[in-house]
């Protein structure tokens, strides 16, 4: 990476616009694909835990592949792993357009999942924290997660759009266009060397050592998995529970006047809708954690998803329901991104923030695959969904409380002999 670029003053960079484009671009096509649970299992005659388990592999091979992007990130540039990352990403989505098994979607989105994380937050976190000024730089790494979050606004619409027109497999070779698009931004991410002295003259090894024997990163990596469990499951199944659950939209509603008028359409509003709510949230979460905390902030949203969640359950699933725990939900969606990078950040230097936050993203991504993995064995199971979403209530809850112990100050480095 080039030591000679310098850190510009202004919050609004040209390395955030880029970071945040090709996050959008990307979150978009990922939050899209619980859209297609319904038509993909109808054509071919699938169980539900079919197409869930090929999302579970996606989500497992995003963890996987994020630590992974993170190292070649730092050793041979950014801009490569970007590269990589959007070629990856793109090839899953066109051999997945001609997959007719499920085995061949599974496999392939493997290679979906290790494009996501070679265009997702671990490694545009990394290159815009380092690209900002202390004083600008949780902020701007929210900013760059509400683009995700905004790319999840457009992304369930315009599947759904696009599958009134096209079929399934159509939409999927329109997306890897999409991606292939991404190539021509690439050269915009150039970022500083924000590290110091010390940070420059410890290797991967030391602080990779050093991380995995402190208690706090054990706290955060535990934390991190009810996030990833409770957006796996939502954003995979919420469309389809929202489908089979909700109660009928009435004629002359606010939703049908505004031509939400079936509940398949409504699965993909509310994903939209959690997408947009947390583009608030996360840049407030952004603005808070440069005030406030972040354990504490963590622990606050945790509890907030937890009652969200429960209270959802236990009430009668109606449009006004569906739509009330989207906005709250959504508000607290990806908030908890910029503040756990940035704690890991803050803990442990930005030298190799990409890796350090790679690896706690490993976890959330492990409850990701739980989170849709278990919702299609349940539904196979059982007909519906109600004792997976319990079961995120209880991590949800979890994660609230193991946040409160962990040590927010810089971790000390030995001192040299």
């Not at 990476?1 to 945040?20: E, F, I, K, N, Y």
Request: some cysteine; overall charge neutral; glycine content about 12%.
């Amino acid at each position: 990476m080039s030591h000679a670029v310098s850190r510009s003053s202004s919050l609004v960079t040209p390395v955030l616009v880029t970071g945040c484009l090709i996050t959008l671009i990307s979150f978009a096509i990922r939050a899209s694909f619980g859209v297609f649970q319904i038509p993909i299992a109808e054509e071919f005659s699938w169980a539900r835990s079919e197409f869930s388990l090929a999302l579970a592999f996606q989500n497992l091979a995003w963890g996987i592949g994020q630590p992974i992007f993170g190292a070649i990130a730092e050793k041979i540039g950014e801009r490569k792993a970007v590269v990589m990352g959007i070629l990856i990403y793109t090839l899953g989505l066109v051999l997945s357009a001609y997959s007719v098994t499920p085995i061949g979607h599974q496999t392939w989105n493997w290679l979906i999942g290790f494009g996501i994380a070679g265009t997702g937050f671990g490694v545009i976190l990394a290159i815009v924290g380092r690209a900002a000024r202390p004083e600008h730089r949780s902020m701007a790494m929210a900013i760059a997660t509400a683009a995700g979050s905004a790319g999840q606004v457009i992304g369930a619409p315009v599947a759904e759009a696009l599958l009134s027109v096209m079929s399934w497999s159509s939409v999927f070779l329109v997306f890897a266009v999409a991606m292939m698009l991404l190539l021509f931004l690439v050269p915009g991410l150039k970022a500083p060397e924000a590290a110091d002295k010390a940070e420059l003259e410890e290797t991967l090894g030391e602080i990779l050592g050093r991380a995995l024997r402190d208690p706090s990163f054990t706290l955060i990596f535990l934390g991190f998995f009810s996030c990833g469990y409770q957006l796996g499951f939502i954003t995979s199944h919420f469309p389809a529970l929202v489908t089979e659950m909700c109660g009928p939209i009435l004629p002359g509603s606010v939703l049908h006047g505004l031509g939400v008028t079936t509940t398949s359409a409504l699965g993909a509003v509310a994903i939209s809708l959690i997408g947009l709510a947390n583009v608030a949230g996360t840049l407030l979460a952004g603005w808070a954690g440069n005030h406030f905390p972040k354990k504490y902030l963590l622990a606050g949203i945790y509890t907030g998803r937890t009652f969200f969640a429960a209270m959802f359950i236990l009430l009668p699933i109606t449009p006004l329901t569906v739509l009330v725990f989207s906005v709250g939900m959504g508000s607290l969606w990806l908030a908890t991104v910029p503040l756990t990078s940035g704690l890991v950040g803050h803990i442990y230097g930005l030298r190799y923030m990409g890796t350090l936050y790679g690896l706690v993203f490993f976890s959330h991504q492990l409850g990701s695959f739980l989170g849709i993995w278990l919702g299609g064995r349940m539904y196979d199971a059982f007909g519906d969904y109600t004792l997976v979403w319990w079961i995120g209530v209880g991590i949800g809850a979890f994660s609230a409380i193991v946040h409160l112990p962990v040590k927010e100050r810089p971790l000390p480095r030995p001192v040299a002999a």
